[in-house]
């Protein structure tokens, strides 16, 4: 079973340039979590999809950052502009469906922004 | 103030002894508690999950305790290996309310196994 892909591995950006983020999720999960790992810290949910709708984006920082799931498959992170503050590896998650199934997480992207 | 504290932050042991690494929840009711290793530079795997009603889980070299009654968890690891060298996170989640997941992560404890 392949697992969940994302995309690219590392990126470096200076602040004020916009960056995007790509993850492929296991295939038949419908939910779908962007995550934010700032270095020595837990991960912090940014956004949650089911299928291709919007569960909780409560702690997106929605003035920047920005996430879509169309297809309900593979979705996208975007930050436009990206400040100091966002440098941390970004980690995509899915899950069967919901809380109580396994949730299979991404390698994730560590982003660096200068 | 974090609903999940993990203890102790850093720990640093010699190849082949034993560790006890620690996670108290405030998160309350809770459906399930989870840990995870994440190697440096990777995403987190999944080690073990309790429901609340479990009190032990055991995955190879690695033991999850929960008592449910004080909300403390602990992850023990038997005959350290190099390779045991990660963060090991705790994760709790409450129980599903519609699709919406609220998991809540502590903030790891970081594990140095040495020669």
């Known amino acids: 079973e392949a697992g969940v892909a994302q995309s690219p591995r590392y990126k470096i950006i200076e602040k004020r340039q916009s960056v995007a983020f790509w993850c492929n999720p296991i295939s038949g999960h419908a939910t779908l979590y962007w995550y934010q790992q700032i270095l020595g810290q837990g991960p912090k949910l940014l956004i949650q999809?089911?299928?291709?709708?919007?569960?909780?984006d409560s702690q997106l920082p929605k003035d920047r950052f920005s996430a879509e799931r169309l297809k309900g498959v593979d979705s996208t992170l975007k930050i436009q502009p990206a400040k100091l503050e966002d440098s941390a590896v970004y980690l995509c998650?899915?899950?069967?469906?919901?809380?109580?199934?396994?949730?299979?997480f991404g390698q994730g992207t560590r982003l660096t922004v200068v | 103030k974090n609903q999940v504290e993990q203890s102790p932050q850093s720990l640093i042991i010699l190849e082949g002894k034993n560790c006890t690494l620690q996670?108290?929840?405030?998160?309350?009711?809770?459906?399930?508690l989870r840990w995870y290793k994440q190697d440096t530079g990777r995403g987190p795997v999944s080690l073990t999950i309790m429901t609340f009603s479990e009190n032990t889980k055991s995955n190879g070299r690695y033991t999850a305790t929960l008592d449910a009654d004080t909300k403390q968890s602990s992850l023990h690891i038997t005959a350290s290996q190099l390779s045991d060298s990660a963060s090991y996170i705790c994760v709790v989640s409450p129980p599903r309310t519609g699709t919406a997941s609220k998991l809540t992560f502590g903030t790891g404890t970081r594990l140095q196994v040495t020669l």
């Open positions: 999809f089911q299928n291709n709708g919007v569960v909780d």
């Open positions: 998650a899915s899950t069967i469906q919901g809380a109580n199934t396994e949730a299979f």
């Open positions: 996670c108290n929840y405030t998160v309350s009711p809770f459906s399930n």
